[in-house]
């Protein structure tokens, strides 16, 4: 509980010296008097207040805080500055054999921070670490261009066939879903509360500066029928605004300035307090969701990281979900912002321009914050008498036991209005000399060949989803032709979402990558650009190039 307490966090250097001079009788109460009050105009203070309803209320500084200090001599030299950013480890999906695995089964993911945040590792002339590169969320950031639903579903579904690029002898095969549009004026009212890091870790440029300006972007979005709340954490948490409607743009955006960072992160404690105020003022039938931005540092707290997921679970089938926006450098939590984002029902993204901001924010608003379906979940299954051996590109932390497919308690992906999902499986045809790996011959088991009305399938596709406020699932069902074409003739969207998996491979240095190298990865973007008014396939080409340009810069190193 944070109510009826005042937090003070002291950051001003004389700080330590007014201690001292009030243990010495001879000094003048006046000069005791004026250090005490220039103490106090420098603090940050957290106060709590049940008079006038609200959960907690946020005092800001009234002066500028003090100049940065000099950084040490050994990294004004050129020396890094010290790394804390974490990456789960990504162990990529083999080829399996569908005489031993005939089903694959996973959860659709939208999260697009992988690619943003590839990005910024390029243009600050680094290559990425191999675990920083999600190759599904690359190929996601883009938009393709399938045809919308028209019949009760609230998403379409699209498969092609081709040639794979860096395997000739193989195949690849592409799964897409597009999401229902929805006119901005017919979105539902929106409940948001943003839950905002102002941590001492937060006082870069790239970081709550660029936060504060994000946000105002999206502010300027809303209208009368939605509401805003802001919640700051650093040495405690505390409620900057309480519910405002968001035709009251100049009250929100001024709570948005006057936001300064200092202190240590009390991740935890921000939460509760963002979840509360969301329950408080829930919408029935509306967008509940609580907006996370941070670096991700949550050092500080009462929360573990197990308690912190236990909560988001239990409020977001309460109808609040979850999203995070991930900033800066050097300290990024991406693994952890993640798994949040996905235990909420939510998305994640990195944010690392102000163009990334109205990207995820204005742009593509209704994908990022109204759900259209949950727990959308994908499950193939391979006909053996045609496939030697499959493999899903990317989504190594979707996957899913065949079994979960069918039980409507395990959660999955959640799909946005207007979003596209895509998905890429490589496949091995019979006959092909691919070795994959199998096992001894079953003592018990029947292998069966495909029946005859499904000779000609490569596969059979289902999916499963849920209404946003459902709980029990749908079925839909698509079998793929075995009808693939020459890559070269292949649709511009099956091109471009190949080119950006085989980018993402060699990143990682995949052991998949066959012959790719990033100039044909170049040239086949470059020849599926296809229309391209934001820009965004364009900056693709560019990365490319980047990204050729350093790792033969490093391979030369060593």
Sequence with gaps: MINNRIFTTVNHPFSSIIFAIMNINLIKPALLLACCMLASSCSQRYTTSEADGRVGTYTMAQEAPPPPAALPEEEEAGEPPFNTEEYDRIYENPFRSPLVAPLSTFSIDVDVASYANVRRFLNQNQM??????????????????????????????????????????????????????????????????????VSGSMNTPDKLPLLKSAFGLLVNELDADD????????????????????????????????????G?????????????????????????????????????????????????????????????????????KDSKMEQLADKGNGNYAYIDNILEAKKVLVSEMGGTLFTIAKDVKIQVEFNPALVKGYRLIGYENRVMAAEDFNDDTKDAGELGAGHTVTALYEIVPVG????????????????????????????????????????????????????SSDFAAASTDFCFAAAVAGWGMLLRGSQYKGTLDYAQVQQIAANARGVDSKGYRAEFLQLVEKASLLDRREAERK
């Design 432 to 483: 092909a000399d691919t070795e994959v790996a199998g096992v001894d011959k079953l003592k018990y088991q029947l292998n069966v060949p495909a029946n005859e009305a499904g000779k000609n399938e490569l596969m059979t596709v289902k999916f499963r989803y849920k209404a946003p406020d459902g709980d029990q699932s749908e079925l839909l069902v698509q079998p793929v032709e075995n009808t």
């Design 264 to 332: 240590s992160t009390a991740g935890g404690e921000g939460i509760e307090l963002a979840y509360r105020l969301a329950e408080e003022n829930f919408i029935p039938g509306g967008n509940n969701r609580v907006i996370l931005a941070t670096d991700g540092d949550f050092n500080v707290g009462p929360s573990s990281d197990g308690e912190l997921v236990r909560l988001i679970e239990e409020k977001r089938d309460k109808g609040v979900f979850l999203s995070v926006l991930g900033f800066g450098s050097g300290n990024l």
């Design 128 to 197: 990425p670490y191999p675990d920083a590169v999600r190759i599904e969320e690359l190929i996601n950031y883009f938009d393709y261009t399938y045809e919308p639903p028209t019949g009760p579903h609230p998403f379409s579904i699209h498969t092609e066939a081709a040639t794979c690029p860096w395997q000739p002898a193989h195949q690849l095969v592409m799964i897409g879903l597009k999401g229902r549009e929805i006119e901005a004026d017919a979105l539902p009212p929106s409940n948001l509360v943003f839950l905002l890091d």
């Design 227 to 262: 509401r805003v709340s802001i919640v700051v954490y650093a040495g405690a948490a505390g409620v900057v605004l309480p519910p405002t409607p968001a035709n009251e743009k100049a009250d929100i955006l001024q709570a948005l300035e006057q936001l300064e960072a200092g």
